[in-house]
């Protein structure tokens, strides 16, 4: 087992921004669960697991907990939000969705009914993508010791590409397959009862679908990773800094709405860090773009490029250049 | 997907006891978890997976949320409960524990140091039955919205031997693995701060070195399941309603240490009904009963058996009969 490296003395308590995916969470996993549980595959959404069958299928194994704040939203509830979640961690590391399981923590007082829907929305999900929720679990604690019902889904999956950070190379492209920072600011915007025209509605979706389109692509296709927490700036230092590989990306060719844009100004967010529940990074090489853009339609957008070097770095419109970080503190809690 | 039975009016809110393992877990789990996803396999502890590869290795599925309080008790803690309690699950289905995830979900001002404490106890569970832990999640929420620490851990493994309800025949003898009641009567008297000449400590134990002595009977191994939430009454009545069969066991054949029979008369409880976490029930043809036995060691106990008829009966040593059915309402809430 290895030594713990965590300044335990310089944070002795865990914080919010433990939780917000970005540079605490980085260093938790990294100094007490991985010192701790030196198995623990950190670099990617799943896990590969090995057989010694020599034609067993190739499965990959992911789990994610979901303590999303309101338990619904425009555009989804946590059901949904929890069998998507997991399916889309899957998709992104190349497998597709076969078998989820859902574990409960309700607390004591929610209403049945409420809880029937949030099973609805799972089960809905599920059947969309053809995933079957085979497994669960149970319990209740008392009141004053939730909220409502937290959800954790994990997943195995059928791998049908290689999708890998070690896989991204120099001269790849960068493309992200829609709009960012819906579920975000559509979470914010709810919690905030802040009233718009029409409200912002979470991305939430499932990507195996796209990501099936993208099998034809074969070996050009080297690495996938969905936007959640911390959104594409996490993603894309977390990949740098696996890959050892320095992304540059455009501001201005990044897709944000503009009610997201309207809310991101209001707030002092910045939409490149704010969460999705729908969108991908994809790396591609630079043969295969049109091939790609096309399968993934008109949303998708070539944002960047990869080269030699390190980080992160944002080019915005008047020829400004930034170093994206991972998310350092927390932007807002309870996002999933 | 099926209609929901679910008595809404009657129960509009969930209660405690809808986590107690018994009864009304049952009906939550039938009405509406299952109507909503509906490939839910509901009858035993974990589920098996199919692939289309014809050699593909025999997979079994399976998850639980873990929300113990104490998180520290004699015997253990969270963590090893977890890692022990989801290998159990896959243990009793006839499957050896092979990959595991952990997913998280940390009250904000937790401290980091029983974190990683508690991730020590969880690696070391797993290294000793050379279990992968190999992907996990880690979320975090406010103060007051959760309990220092609740955990998922969903597991795979790989059958080596049949074991299902639907296996047990009439002249089966069962068999329980070792005195009942430690892991309830520990963490109750934790609870209430009952001073005992000696702690009562938890039986967490893993179950799966146990089963593997148990390989070579083969065939006249017929069903194992492990007596968590509800105790033996509660796995007993469930196993007599899948197998359609009746089971009769004898009092004063199952051994109870004189330590919990003190607490359990103390609080007016049943051994019968209180949980464990390293015992199983076995189900085995009469003719290897002995071999059963000298593979399980001293502490294995045969207390009764299975005959046609239906339901389970628990016989005294005066001779009265009194027929056990699932746990109605709760014992005691958050035993694991």
Redesign the interface.
Known sequence: ?SE?A?P?AK??????????GGRF?QQ??RD??S????????EHD??D?L???????ELV???????VSPLRFPGGDIGQLAVTGTCNDLAVCGAQP??L?????????????S??SI??S??NA??ELGV???????????R????GV?L?V?G?G?RRTASHPELIQPGDLVVVSGDLGRHGTCILTQREDLRLQAPIESDCMQLWPQIERLLPLGDALHCMRDLTRGGLATALAELSETAALQIDVFRDRVPVSSPVASVCELFGLDALYVANEGRMVIFVDPASENQLLEALGPEAKTIGSVGPGEGVIAHSDLGGSQILDLLSGEQL??IC
Chains 1, 2 share one sequence.
């Not at 399981?101 to 009914?113: D, L, N, R």
């Not at 004053?144 to 909220?147: A, E, F, L, V």
Request: a negative charge.
């Open positions: 087992m713990c965590f335990f944070y002795p308590l865990v914080t919010l921004a433990h939780g917000a969470t938790l996993i007490v669960f010192a701790a549980m030196p198995d623990i595959r950190a799943g896990a697991l057989f010694p069958q020599e034609s067993a299928p194994f992911t789990t994610d907990s979901y303590v076969a078998y399981s859902c574990g409960w923590i309700i607390e004591e007082g929610f209403s049945t009914e809880l029937y099973a609805q799972m089960g599920a059947q079957q929720i085979v497994t669960g679990d149970t319990k209740v604690v008392e004053g010791h939730g909220d937290y954790n994990s195995i059928i809690p309870r």
